[in-house]
C-alpha cells in the first residue's frame, strides 16, 4: 500500500504530540494502519516557535492552501481551537476532497450539523475521538461498541480541569482562587480558564455525546449550565461531612422521551465511582438497556491521552474504518430531535445553604416557605454555636449557616422559594443551592 498522506492543522500541545507519536511509533502505527504514515505538511502560525519534535525539512509551513491545493494529501488532522477559523478551515478541507480527525470540540458543538452534513454529501469522513474525554475511547464506546443499546443516561466528569480544582480545594481544604493559580502554574489550567471552570467546556462535550448517544442536536442554551467558579470550600467540606464529593457532573438522560440535560456541581455519594475521580481525571457511567451501566475513565486531556486518540483516527481513517462508520453515525442528522425537560421540571434532591441571623425563629421561617411550596426537608444541619453567655456579645451582624437536604423536588418549586427568600430580613449572604445525584 503506498503511504497514506496527511497534513497537521495546528502543531501545538496536541498537534506536536500527534506528531512525537507518528514518528517515534512510526513501525507499530504502520503495522495497524496497514500501510506508513507520512506527514507531508504542518501548517502553523509562527514558523519559529519550538515545537518539540523534529519533522523533514519543508514539512512546517504557514500556508494552509499549501494543503487545500495538495491533491495527494488525503487526510487533514485539524488541530487548531477556536470555533471561526477552525471552521473555515474545516470547510476548505472538506471541499478539497480531505478526511478530518479532529479534537475540536466547540467547533463540533457548535456547527456539527453543517460540517457533518457537508461530509456525509462529499463522501468524506469526520473523526473526531479525541474530542470528548481526551483519551477516553468514549465515542468509539457508545456510537459503536455499545450500538446494540438504547442509551438510558451518560452522567460524567468531563472536565480535568475542575476536576483537579475541587479536588485540590478539598484534600488541602483551600479555596478556589489560591488552587486555580496553583493549577495555573503547575499547567493543569490555561492562562484564561473560563471555559473550564464556568462548565462551557463539559457542556459542549456533553452536546457531542448527546447527538451520539440520542441523535439529537440541543443547543447549549437549552439547558442549565454552571461551574464550579463560584463555589465556596465550606459546601464541599460540608458535602464531605454528609458523605458526597461535590463533583462537576454533566448529566443527560432519557426520561418518558424526553431528555434531562445539566453541567453543574452536584453532591456524589462518596462510595459512587463518580465521586472517587481525583485530579484532572475523566469518568464516563453509560448505561444502556441492554448492558446495563458502563464506566470509563482515564485521562480527559494532556498532550499524549489526547494525541493517542488523535492517531488511533488516523489509523481507523487509513485502514478504511470510518469510512464505512461514519455515514452509519446517527449524528447530526435533520430527524426529529427529542424534546428537552424545562429546567423548572428537572425533579431532584437538593443541598441548600443559607446564612441566617442567629437568633429564634429564623429557620421556622424558612422552613414554612419551603412547607408552604412543597418542598420537603430530608434533614436540617446546623454545627452547634456558643451558647450565649459563653459567646462574645451577639451583635445585629452575628450570623449562622444553615445546610438543608431536601427530598426528591422541582427546580420550578425552589425557584418559587426563592423569590419569597428574597424578601426575607433574616437571611444574609449568598444562598447556595447544588442537585444531589441520584
Ligand atoms: N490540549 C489538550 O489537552 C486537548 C485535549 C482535547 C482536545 N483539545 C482540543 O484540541 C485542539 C488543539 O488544542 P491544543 O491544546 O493543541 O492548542 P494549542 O496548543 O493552542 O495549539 C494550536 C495550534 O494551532 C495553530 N493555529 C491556530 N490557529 C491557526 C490558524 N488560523 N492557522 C494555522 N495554524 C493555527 C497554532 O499555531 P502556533 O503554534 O504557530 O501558534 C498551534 O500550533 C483544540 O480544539 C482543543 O480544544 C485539546
Known amino acids: 500500500m503506498p503511504p497514506l498522506k496527511i497534513a497537521l492543522i495546528g502543531l501545538g500541545t496536541v498537534g506536536s504530540g500527534v506528531a512525537r507519536l507518528l514518528i517515534e511509533q512510526s513501525e ?60 473555515t478551515v474545516m470547510h476548505a478541507l472538506l471541499d478539497a476532497g480531505k478526511d478530518i480527525v479532529t479534537a475540536n470540540k466547540a467547533l463540533l458543538c457548535e456547527h456539527g450539523f453543517e460540517l457533518f452534513g457537508r461530509a456525509r454529501e462529499l463522501g468524506r469522513t469526520i473523526s473526531f475521538e479525541a474530542a470528548v474525554a481526551g483519551g477516553v475511547p468514549i465515542i468509539n464506546a457508545v456510537s459503536q461498541s455499545l450500538a446494540a443499546n438504547q442509551i438510558l443516561s451518560i452522567e460524567a466528569i468531563l472536565n480535568g480541569t475542575s476536576n483537579f480544582i475541587l479536588t485540590e480545594m478539598l484534600t488541602k481544604r483551600t479555596a478556589y482562587d489560591v488552587v486555580l493559580r ?9 492562562a ?34 454552571q461551574g464550579i467558579d463560584t463555589l465556596d470550600l465550606v459546601d464541599l467540606l460540608t458535602a464531605d461531612e454528609l458523605g458526597y464529593r461535590v463533583k462537576l457532573l454533566a448529566v443527560v438522560k432519557l426520561l418518558d422521551g424526553q431528555l434531562e440535560m ?14 472517587k475521580v481525583d485530579g484532572a481525571f475523566n469518568m464516563i457511567a453509560v448505561e444502556g438497556d441492554a448492558v446495563g451501566r458502563t464506566w470509563f475513565s482515564g485521562a480527559g486531556a494532556g498532550q499524549f491521552p489526547t494525541a493517542s486518540a488523535v492517531v488511533a483516527d488516523i489509523i481507523d481513517t487509513a485502514v478504511g474504518r470510518a469510512a464505512l462508520t461514519f455515514p452509519q453515525l446517527d449524528l447530526f442528522r435533520e430527524q426529529a430531535a427529542l424534546p428537552v425537560l424545562p429546567t423548572e421540571k428537572i425533579s431532584r434532591r437538593y443541598y441548600l445553604r443559607f446564612t441566617v441571623e442567629d437568633r429564634p425563629h ?7 416557605i419551603l412547607g408552604r411550596n412543597g418542598v420537603s426537608l430530608a434533614s436540617i444541619i446546623q454545627h452547634e454555636t456558643p451558647e450565649p453567655d459563653e459567646a462574645p456579645a451577639a451583635t445585629d451582624e452575628a450570623t449562622v449557616s444553615v445546610v438543608v437536604m431536601t ?4 427546580l420550578g418549586k425552589l425557584q418559587a422559594v426563592d423569590a419569597e427568600l428574597d424578601r426575607l430580613t433574616t437571611l444574609h449572604g449568598p444562598r447556595v443551592r447544588m442537585p444531589v445525584a441520584d
Open 182 to 190: 496553583e493549577a495555573q502554574e503547575l499547567g493543569y489550567a490555561e
Open 407 to 410: 427530598h426528591r423536588t422541582t
Open 262 to 275: 445539566h453541567v453543574q456541581p452536584t453532591l456524589v455519594r462518596a462510595d459512587w465511582p463518580l465521586a
Open 28 to 87: 507499530r502505527i504502520s503495522r495497524r494502519a496497514g500501510r506508513s504514515i507520512e506527514i507531508r505538511r504542518a501548517v502553523v502560525r509562527d514558523l519559529d516557535k519550538p515545537r518539540g519534535v523534529e519533522l523533514p525539512a519543508g514539512v512546517l509551513t504557514t500556508d494552509i492552501q499549501s494543503v487545500i491545493d495538495d491533491p495527494e494529501i488525503d487526510v487533514a488532522v485539524q488541530l487548531i481551537g477556536g470555533v471561526d477559523d477552525a471552521r
Open 362 to 368: 429564623v429557620f421556622a421561617e424558612i422552613a414554612d
Open 192 to 225: 484564561d480558564p473560563a471555559m473550564d471552570v464556568d462548565g462551557t467546556d463539559a457542556a459542549q462535550k456533553l452536546v457531542i455525546l448527546t447527538e451520539l448517544a440520542f441523535g439529537t442536536n440541543v443547543p447549549l442554551t437549552a439547558f442549565p449550565v
